[in-house]
């Protein structure tokens, strides 16, 4: 992979066609961003984004670089505004997903791109673009593999599990097919042991992971989600603590080599801090405290909402309190449904333990339905334990329909996307703030957009 991005780089300085140089630099950028051995990555993306500031989009080459800043933008953390400027710029006029001259990898990542930016269901429309022009095309092996994988980790954002599952399923038997070395293969086994994780199936996660061999050796290309901070992960679920604090401490060391900051696109540092709690609180917070800082540098309600809610896990319950309400504030405006019902399920048991019962019992019971949509059977049940604990009956979950928008939902949806804040809306519609936040909150998840990508999925 060096030798190969070496020798795209001495050519690019020796030919006089500027439109050959850009189309080289554009294949240089694409490996550099995926050789997980490259020596000089921060360097690599400080001229990257030299280089994409001077990009207007005119061609595919420049389309490309630009897709690959975007990409470069949320490993590395940076504000969430400045990776959708690349990502739309580069979307804009249009990449396919089987030009065999510049592959498929720069549109998978414009697409991942909207998904960690709060915008899943703009990226599930490309992937579903993608295997359209793939099987099109037929071509139905390590490609379709990474597709169904990819879509499957979309849907695992926006905690559709029982979807995910299926989907990454599907890539994991493609990618089986095609050859057990092919990097596919480790997208889908990660993918599915951290499905299977929130779906509260910890025992087959670990039995997945067995019977391939999972992260017992460090890839040579970036895979995600990260083979090493999931096997940590997985030890962490396992109960396997001090496994997990070494697992997590590498990843995280060797992501921070690559100037890979983010806790959207890598939670190691969540992870770790949860699994230090017991042992080093100091270190706990520290990790805790600089994710979350990271997270509100990203931008975005997921992001935020995710880390706050792990700072206030290693937190004594009435302090805690006003982070986790702060968290399911920012996960109210997010499509992250699974994160969401943590959120609420964590709020409920914190207030139940200071004695709050009723406000308690709103958070449980809303998070028990968004578990229980969600496909998150242990999160469900741990929801039901805390109910029966306060002395109450869990109700019958009801069924609702997934991606079909009630009347008031998109009444409420139409005038979040003419600009109101949720006071004015709750002022138009009769209620109150609460009511248009879990509106709201029911809205971004169908949909799989933030507030600011509202008006598009819309159709306005």
Not at 62 to 69: M, S
Not at 331 to 350: I, M, N
């Amino acid at each position: 992979m060096q030798e190969a991005t070496g020798l795209l780089d001495e050519e690019a300085r020796r030919t006089t066609s500027a439109r050959t140089r850009r189309r080289m630099q554009a294949e240089q950028f694409k490996w550099n961003a995926v050789d997980a051995a490259d020596p000089d990555a921060r360097g690599r993306s400080r001229l990257l984004a030299q280089y994409a500031r001077r990009l207007t989009g005119r061609d595919l080459a420049e389309r490309h670089i630009l897709g690959l800043r975007a990409w470069d933008v949320v490993m590395r953390g940076e504000p969430v505004a400045l990776a959708l400027d690349h990502a739309e710029r580069a979307l804009r006029g249009g990449m396919s997903w089987t030009d065999q001259d510049f592959g498929f990898e720069v549109p998978a990542a414009a697409a991942l791109t909207l998904m960690y930016c709060d915008q899943p269901g703009r990226a599930e429309e490309l992937f579903h673009d993608g295997i359209a022009e793939f099987e099109a095309k037929g071509w139905r092996g390590a490609h379709l593999s990474f597709a169904y994988t990819l879509l499957g980790y979309i849907r695992f954002r926006r905690g559709r599990l029982a979807e995910a599952e299926d989907f990454v399923r599907g890539g994991l038997r493609i990618a089986d097919r095609v050859d057990h070395g092919i990097p596919a293969r480790l997208y889908a086994v990660g993918t599915l042991i951290v499905t299977l994780l929130a779906r509260g199936r910890a025992d087959d996660a670990q039995r997945i992971a067995d019977s391939y061999h999972f992260g017992e050796e460090v890839p040579k290309t970036v895979v995600y989600p990260d083979p090493q901070a999931v096997r940590g992960r997985l030890l962490l679920a396992r109960g396997r603590i001090d496994e997990a604090v070494h697992e997590l401490t590498a990843a995280g060391d060797r992501l921070r080599q690559r100037g890979t900051h983010n806790p959207a696109w890598s939670p190691w540092q969540l992870d770790l801090a949860v699994a230090l709690a017991g042992s080093r609180p100091d270190r706990a917070r520290h990790h805790a405290d600089e994710a979350l800082a990271r997270a509100r540098t990203f931008g975005t309600a997921s992001a935020i909402g995710q880390a706050l809610r792990v700072r206030a896990a290693i937190t004594e319950p009435a302090r805690a309190i006003p982070l986790l309400a702060e968290a399911v504030d920012h996960l109210e405006q997010s499509p992250a449904a699974y994160e969401l019902a943590r959120a609420l399920v964590d709020h409920g048991t914190a207030l139940r333990a200071v004695g709050a019962l009723d406000q308690a019992a709103q958070q449980l019971y809303r998070g028990l339905e968004t578990a229980v949509a969600c496909g998150a059977e242990g999160l469900a049940t741990r929801a039901r334990d805390q109910l029966t604990a306060a002395g109450l009956r869990p109700r019958r979950s009801s069924a609702t329909e997934r991606d079909g928008l009630t009347i008031r939902e998109e009444q409420t949806a139409l005038l979040a996307a003419e600009g109101l804040d949720n006071a004015v809306i709750a002022a138009r519609l009769g209620t109150d703030e609460q009511a248009v936040s879990e509106l709201l909150s029911a809205v971004f998840t169908k949909l799989g957009t933030d507030r600011l990508g509202l008006p598009r999925a819309l159709g306005l």
